[in-house]
């Protein structure tokens, strides 16, 4: 079996989430599932977190030079779930995210639409860095969120 060459290492901070679909009336204990290159990473979940759940937690992915079939090693999937004690964990919401871009200008950080068969199903915060082997990008651009709103939750939302 031959080893496929690493073009450098992708970073991915799953920060929050926000209006998440919510089956019942009780409150979910939502996590997040984050998968590249068939390496799948969970978040743990979210007490309570309902349908504004937050995380910060922060997963390394190795980013392949090849491609592969269908593009796979270049598709970041994203998904949340409510954590059952009983039972199968139940799909929030789901999404893609291309990171070729990521992977050329050295950064992400955006929300990621979920979806369902059901249709929208509420949004993903992403913060993403690629570190190349190579040299950095000379350039940083600073974050769409303003640093006292990266880990809040909305102010409509009472636990």
């Known amino acids: 079996m031959t080893q496929s060459k690493e073009l450098g290492t992708l970073v991915v901070v799953v920060l929050k989430a926000r209006h998440l679909h ?11 599932q984050v998968v590249l290159s068939g390496q799948t990473q969970k978040t743990k979940a979210d007490p309570k977190g309902g349908q504004h759940p937050v995380w910060d937690d922060e997963f390394r992915f190795p980013v ?6 269908d593009q796979v090693n ?4 994203v ?7 009983r039972g199968e964990d139940k799909l929030l919401g789901k999404g893609v995210i291309d990171i070729e871009s990521t992977l050329k200008t050295g950064e ?15 949004e ?10 190579a040299p950095p990008p000379l350039n ?7 640093q006292s709103d990266r880990l809040t939750r909305p102010q409509s939302f009472h636990p």
């Open 108 to 122: 992400f950080d955006d929300w990621v639409p979920l979806e369902t068969s059901g249709g929208a199903r509420g």
């Open 140 to 146: 940083r651009r600073p974050s769409k969120l303003r």
């Open 64 to 69: 392949l030079v090849d491609a592969g079939k």
């Open 124 to 133: 993903l915060y992403i913060e993403m860095t690629f570190y190349a082997n």
């Open 74 to 77: 270049r598709k970041l999937e």
């Open 79 to 85: 998904s949340c779930w409510k954590d059952e004690q």
């Open 22 to 32: 919510q089956p019942s009336f009780y409150k979910q204990d939502p996590y997040a």
